[in-house]
């Protein structure tokens, strides 16, 4: 089993900036990607970042250029850089893990949510 832990969220102006963390847990030797899907109130969740034991990552097209999703290995950590906040990033953020290559929308594990806020 893995445990995911976030932290980070919150309320921020339009144009502001966040960082979320997901700090993992448990068997993370058998995780092969990690990333960042959101949900926001009446859509479907959506993967916003994703990264492999690799390090290949992927950016869904809305964020690109202003998110960036980085890890620090020695503190089995994920992180997500937020900048240039937009009103429509507001969602509430989960942080997930799986044992396949390509993080997948059923992914094995799943962090709690962490709300963000961008007002406009």
């Known amino acids: 089993q893995v445990q995911l832990v976030e932290s980070g969220g919150g309320l921020v102006q339009a144009g502001g900036s966040l960082r979320l963390s997901c700090t993992a847990s448990?068997?993370?030797?058998?995780?092969?990607?990690m990333g960042w899907y959101r949900q926001a109130p009446g859509k479907q969740r959506e993967l916003v970042a994703s990264?492999?034991?690799?390090?290949?990552?992927n950016y869904a097209d809305s964020v690109k250029g202003r998110f960036t999703i980085s890890r620090d290995n020695a503190k089995n950590t994920l992180y997500l850089q937020m900048n240039s906040l937009k009103p429509e990033d507001t969602a509430v953020y989960f942080c997930?893990?799986?044992?396949?290559?390509?993080?997948?929308?059923?992914?094995?594990?799943w962090g709690q949510g962490t709300q963000v806020t961008v007002s406009s």
């Open positions: 448990g068997s993370i030797f058998s995780i092969n990607s």
């Open positions: 997930a893990a799986d044992k396949t290559y390509r993080l997948r929308i059923a992914a094995d594990y």
């Open positions: 990264i492999t034991v690799g390090g290949n990552i």
